[in-house]
């Protein structure tokens, strides 16, 4: 996986928005300082801002450094890495990522990491590779499963194979373009060399690369760790087993431990393979850049975007500024602020000069600061714009800056961005060890001071005095790093209207000039190579030596959440009671049902704008910033769920969500009480403007996403549910954005007017509050308060008989401008109660696993591919696929190979354990009692699925298999992709993006 950490904005400053979802009771046994004669401890530290135990030690061996971070959270993560400095673009680091995980020594069997996923309930497993690391997480609450992870990663990263096979597989090859006919012209394939086609064909991320190929051309950064796509033929499997050599030595890694594990433990599992290596002198460090004289600029070319409603304005500029080295703690903290300040909401200087004026439809590509590599950078421009206007957008960059420094930054929004800071140190959600790991991997890969890094409060008292101290600090700090910076590049990006066929020019002579080569001794090597692989891909492996899991160890025993429920001003309201470390949450879901149709398609927009577009005494502006003063943010989306008994019953709602530190529960809802009162409606260009913006950002998203929404248009023919899901989030939502961009707003106003006098009231709600029992009392009576205010009388939110919806056949093919394609096929099936569903949500997983990842990525190189059962629809799907209706001919052999008894034992636990991942993931505090507030499932009827899946049989799937894919009457067929000829003849609606 190629990772992309400037886009997470994993930094020290966005970790601490991240950083505390940890339980903070007190933490596990202190470490001993000897910990082991084999390693010496290097540092021992409490962080009390999150109650962990951090000790930093040293192999003594191999000098590996290794952080553990002892706390009282049972989702243990680990994660492995490496720093790695390709110095070419042949994506060396990248296919060393994907063969690594192909087999090793102690796990000699075909892609161990793909078969752990269905061994294991791990709550994540992945590898991915950076611009100069590479890293190898996973996390668990099941501590025998983590003993079996990291046996399993270690062996993969320090003694893998590396078969010629598996490079060949995951890399690239030559191999007739129809593997059944020796006389096919030899065409090159293969899974990254697809994946980095599909990713370089979007202009952003083409955009991004080139950018910080550009700012730092001296040494690895300017290359593509992931591997332009023409270069990755120059990659032999000698150079692959050279780089793993030089860079995957525990001299050159950087281990992580975290969670409720004892030190102990892991120093046994970890001493079984480093004792083994001796100390290896590696030069893997990443100089400094030199730094410029003088200003560059550089141009780059990308292909006309023909889903842009603006075609004069398809050019992008950026301004980027190379800055302080990573490891400078206190400078990176500073200038993460003064990325916030300068671009964080409607009031920051570059909103105001740049995107509110209408010039463009966002700000560029990886704007904002970043801090992934060595030196840190900040960048900011706009895409989208008129090639007249790229002079112009530089010249408001600079002005910007000079008003900035002149007049510096008003106190208020100052305080809203620490704010921020203070509540991210206490809002938990997600994966806190996982956040953390990949927070400080940027970092770590050139500190020897890891532990620093998490001392967050200093960094915050030290930047607090230095702006007390000296009112022009901020000020003094822009002109340093921004105005009087000459390493500063300005990188523009037009479109060029055959640059699509030049590329592909330029691969059609690649693979001319490497048939041409070829001897007929060539030829007959690689027809049996090729063969070869095809014989590995197709043997039913047995993989016994891998350790599992097993599911008799899984309790049938459920412990649901307590909910307390109350009526407060009429309004059902349910409470739970949670430590969430004096945060609290406030969740409403209005019902729309009262929604005339043709107004639907626009409650998406309607949701996202609300908090957006001012209130009562506050412009838009001065509404954000009190949103960032008070809480973690106001927002709303759209929500649509069907019955769980019942697939035509449904509810259809706005969801408004938002939580805050405890002493500002009055003010939270104090600004929900003035959105619902007096809602701004009456400023045009800042509604064109979010449009615009949120146009750009659904286009953009389809080339990262498009197996969802290709999954989301396929289930829209087959299910009720899946069809308004798609009007309000799938393809049918870029196109109504896309012709909405072109309009002035105003009339979309008006809609917004009359979706106002429907929704906002309480004549249809239901709320949902968490927090600890210490702040009970003032949550309840802050809530009552805010209800009793809005006008209404409160009736009982209960599912509607959908009437309207019929399934029908569809084949639909979405025309967009990438070389690779996205496809989904859904089928219609049973609702969350009803027996069946079980063993479909089974099914689903041994098909991903067994049949298509086998068929999809590996024998058709796709980066991705498999199956997905949720309620009413079974849905096939692949994601950046160089094959377009051949992928469907695998979505029915799928049925086939399943219906005809191919499905074992093993396969059968191995499919359930994957279901068990996600149904016994952690749930954080704050979001405690949320499954039956938002759709429906109880903790009876929960606990009632568990035990259902737990009896799944295998003659229970090819029951399904046979009632539900083979021969379905009716089913949903989409491809996301380039223009096909012929497909009209056998069926398809075409349509043009």
């Given at each position: 996986?190629?990772?992309?950490?400037?886009?997470?904005?994993?930094?020290?400053?966005?970790?601490?928005?991240?950083?505390?979802?940890?339980?903070?009771?007190?933490?596990?046994?202190?470490?001993?300082?000897?910990?082991?004669?084999?390693?010496?401890?290097?540092?021992?530290?409490?962080?009390?801002?999150?109650?962990?135990?951090?000790?930093?030690?040293?192999?003594?061996?191999?000098?590996?450094?290794?952080?553990?971070?002892?706390?009282?959270?049972?989702?243990?993560?680990?994660?492995?890495?490496?720093?790695?400095?390709?110095?070419?673009?042949?994506?060396?680091?990248?296919?060393?990522?994907?063969?690594?995980?192909?087999?090793?020594?102690?796990?000699?069997?075909?892609?161990?990491?793909?078969?752990?996923?269905?061994?294991?309930?791990?709550?994540?497993?992945?590898?991915?590779?950076?611009?100069?690391?590479?890293?190898?997480?996973?996390?668990?609450?099941?501590?025998?499963?983590?003993?079996?992870?990291?046996?399993?990663?270690?062996?993969?990263?320090?003694?893998?194979?590396?078969?010629?096979?598996?490079?060949?597989?995951?890399?690239?090859?030559?191999?007739?373009?129809?593997?059944?006919?020796?006389?096919?012209?030899?065409?090159?394939?293969?899974?990254?060399?697809?994946?980095?086609?599909?990713?370089?064909?979007?202009?952003?991320?083409?955009?991004?690369?080139?950018?910080?190929?550009?700012?730092?051309?001296?040494?690895?950064?300017?290359?593509?760790?992931?591997?332009?796509?023409?270069?990755?033929?120059?990659?032999?499997?000698?150079?692959?087993?050279?780089?793993?050599?030089?860079?995957?030595?525990?001299?050159?890694?950087?281990?992580?431990?975290?969670?409720?594990?004892?030190?102990?433990?892991?120093?046994?599992?970890?001493?079984?393979?480093?004792?083994?290596?001796?100390?290896?002198?590696?030069?893997?460090?990443?100089?400094?850049?030199?730094?410029?004289?003088?200003?560059?600029?550089?141009?780059?070319?990308?292909?006309?975007?023909?889903?842009?409603?603006?075609?004069?304005?398809?050019?992008?500029?950026?301004?980027?500024?190379?800055?302080?080295?990573?490891?400078?703690?206190?400078?990176?903290?500073?200038?993460?602020?003064?990325?916030?300040?300068?671009?964080?909401?409607?009031?920051?200087?570059?909103?105001?000069?740049?995107?509110?004026?209408?010039?463009?439809?966002?700000?560029?590509?990886?704007?904002?600061?970043?801090?992934?590599?060595?030196?840190?950078?900040?960048?900011?421009?706009?895409?989208?714009?008129?090639?007249?206007?790229?002079?112009?957008?530089?010249?408001?960059?600079?002005?910007?800056?000079?008003?900035?420094?002149?007049?510096?930054?008003?106190?208020?929004?100052?305080?809203?961005?620490?704010?921020?800071?203070?509540?991210?140190?206490?809002?938990?959600?997600?994966?806190?060890?996982?956040?953390?790991?990949?927070?400080?991997?940027?970092?770590?890969?050139?500190?020897?001071?890891?532990?620093?890094?998490?001392?967050?409060?200093?960094?915050?008292?030290?930047?607090?005095?230095?702006?007390?101290?000296?009112?022009?600090?901020?000020?003094?700090?822009?002109?340093?790093?921004?105005?009087?910076?000459?390493?500063?590049?300005?990188?523009?990006?037009?479109?060029?209207?055959?640059?699509?066929?030049?590329?592909?020019e330029k691969f059609d002579q690649l693979e001319e000039t490497l048939r041409g080569k070829l001897s007929e001794e060539n030829k007959q090597t690689i027809r049996k190579k090729s063969l070869e692989l095809l014989d590995c891909q197709n043997l039913k492996e047995d993989s016994s030596c891998l350790p599992t899991l097993k599911v008799s160890d899984i309790s049938d025993d459920y412990n649901g959440t307590t909910l307390q429920q109350h009526s407060l001003a009429g309004v059902p309201t349910q409470l739970s009671l949670q430590p969430t470390n004096q945060v609290s949450y406030f969740r409403a879901l209005i019902d729309t049902k009262d929604v005339p149709l043709n107004m639907k398609p626009y409650l998406p927009l309607f949701s996202s704008f609300l908090s957006k577009l001012g209130a009562k005494h506050m412009n838009y502006e001065d509404l954000d910033t009190q949103i960032e003063l008070k809480t973690g943010g106001l927002s709303a989306s759209t929500h649509v769920t069907e019955s769980p008994d019942d697939l035509y019953r449904l509810n259809e709602g706005i969801l408004l969500t938002s939580y805050c530190l405890d002493r500002n529960i009055d003010n939270m809802f104090n600004l929900w009480k003035c959105v619902f009162e007096d809602l701004h409606l009456n400023d045009k260009n800042r509604v064109s403007t979010l449009v615009k913006m949120t146009a750009t950002s659904k286009s953009n998203g389809i080339a990262h996403a498009g197996h969802r929404y290709a999954m989301s248009s396929a289930a829209a023919a087959v299910n009720p549910v899946s069809a308004l899901s798609e009007m309000y989030s799938g393809m049918q939502n870029v196109n109504l954005l896309s012709n909405l961009a072109q309009q002035d707003g105003g009339d979309l106003l008006e809609k917004f007017k009359a979706l106002s006098s429907i929704l906002l009231n309480k004549n249809c709600m239901k709320v949902a509050l968490n927090t600890v029992p210490d702040s009970e009392e003032i949550l309840l009576k802050s809530t009552e308060s805010f209800l009793s205010g809005l006008p209404g009388t409160c009736s009982q939110m209960d599912y509607v008989e959908e009437k309207q919806f019929s399934m029908s056949e569809s084949k639909l093919h979405h025309v967009v401008p990438f070389p690779i394609n996205f496809t989904a096929q859904s089928l219609p099936t049973v609702p969350y109660t009803h027996p069946d569903f079980a063993q479909l949500r089974v099914l689903a997983s041994v098909l991903s696993s067994k049949f298509l990842h086998i068929e999809i990525r590996e024998k058709g190189g796709a980066y991705g591919g498999g199956a997905m059962a949720g309620s009413g629809t079974f849905t096939f799907y692949s994601y950046r696929d160089p094959k377009n209706l051949e992928t469907f001919s695998v979505y029915r052999n799928a049925g086939e190979w399943a219906a005809n008894g191919n499905i074992t034992d093993q396969d059968v636990e191995e499919g359930k354990l994957r279901i068990f991942q996600k149904l016994d993931e952690p749930v954080q505090p704050g979001y405690r009692g949320l499954r039956s507030f938002l759709s429906g499932v109880d903790d009876q009827t929960f606990r009632d699925h568990r035990i259902r899946v737990k009896n799944v049989t295998k003659e229970d799937l090819v029951s399904a298999s046979n009632k539900y894919l083979i021969d379905p009457k009716v089913s949903g067929r989409t491809l996301i992709g380039p223009a096909q000829t012929g497909l009209q003849d056998l069926g398809w609606t075409t349509q043009n993006h």
């Open positions: 996986m190629l990772f992309q950490l400037s886009r997470c904005r994993q930094l020290l400053g966005q970790m601490n928005r991240s950083i505390g979802k940890v339980n903070q009771s007190t933490s596990t046994a202190a470490i001993p300082l000897t910990a082991s004669k084999s390693w010496t401890v290097l540092e021992q530290s409490k962080i009390k801002e999150f109650d962990i135990d951090a000790v930093l030690l040293e192999h003594n061996k191999t000098k590996a450094r290794y952080l553990h971070m002892a706390c009282n959270d049972a989702n243990n993560a680990f994660s492995v890495n490496f720093r790695t400095t390709p110095m070419d673009s042949t994506g060396v680091a990248h296919i060393l990522e994907h063969t690594t995980l192909c087999g090793s020594e102690k796990f000699p069997v075909r892609d161990p990491f793909m078969k752990m996923l269905n061994r294991s309930l791990s709550t994540f497993m992945n590898a991915m590779t950076g611009p100069d690391y590479t890293l190898y997480p996973f996390s668990t609450c099941n501590p025998q499963d983590f003993h079996n992870l990291m046996t399993v990663y270690l062996d993969s990263v320090f003694c893998p194979l590396l078969k010629e096979l598996d490079f060949l597989q995951e890399g690239w090859r030559l191999e007739n373009d129809d593997i059944k006919d020796k006389d096919s012209k030899f065409v090159i394939k293969g899974v990254v060399f697809n994946e980095m086609k599909g990713a370089y064909s979007d202009a952003q991320q083409l955009f991004g690369q080139h950018l910080l190929n550009n700012l730092l051309p001296s040494h690895t950064y300017s290359y593509s760790s992931g591997g332009f796509p023409l270069h990755i033929p120059s990659l032999s499997w000698e150079q692959l087993k050279q780089f793993h050599a030089s860079h995957y030595h525990p001299s050159n890694s950087r281990i992580f431990t975290y969670g409720d594990i004892p030190l102990e433990t892991h120093l046994q599992n970890l001493d079984t393979y480093l004792d083994r290596f001796d100390y290896l002198e590696l030069n893997t460090s990443v100089p400094k850049e030199t730094r410029w004289t003088s200003p560059r600029v550089e141009k780059v070319n990308c292909a006309p975007d023909p889903m842009n409603p603006d075609p004069e304005k398809q050019s992008t500029v950026a301004v980027s500024y190379l800055l302080s080295d990573i490891t400078d703690l206190r400078e990176s903290f500073v200038l993460q602020v003064l990325g916030e300040l300068l671009m964080g909401g409607p009031s920051a200087p570059f909103y105001k000069t740049l995107i509110q004026p209408g010039i463009g439809s966002g700000f560029s590509p990886v704007s904002g600061f970043d801090s992934h590599i060595k030196e840190t950078t900040f960048t900011v421009g706009l895409q989208n714009i008129a090639a007249k206007d790229i002079d112009t957008v530089v010249d408001t960059i600079d002005t910007t800056l000079d008003k900035v420094i002149e007049e510096g930054f008003p106190q208020d929004r100052i305080d809203a961005v620490l704010h921020s800071y203070e509540l991210g140190l206490k809002h938990r959600s997600g994966n806190f060890g996982l956040n953390v790991i990949m927070s400080m991997t940027p970092f770590w890969n050139h500190s020897q001071d890891p532990i620093e890094y998490l001392r967050i409060n200093k960094t915050l008292d030290w930047f607090k005095s230095q702006i007390s101290e000296d009112p022009q600090y901020l000020q003094k700090k822009v002109k340093h790093y921004f105005k009087d910076n000459k390493h500063k590049l300005v990188q523009s990006m037009q479109p060029s209207k055959d640059f699509t066929e030049k590329e592909q």
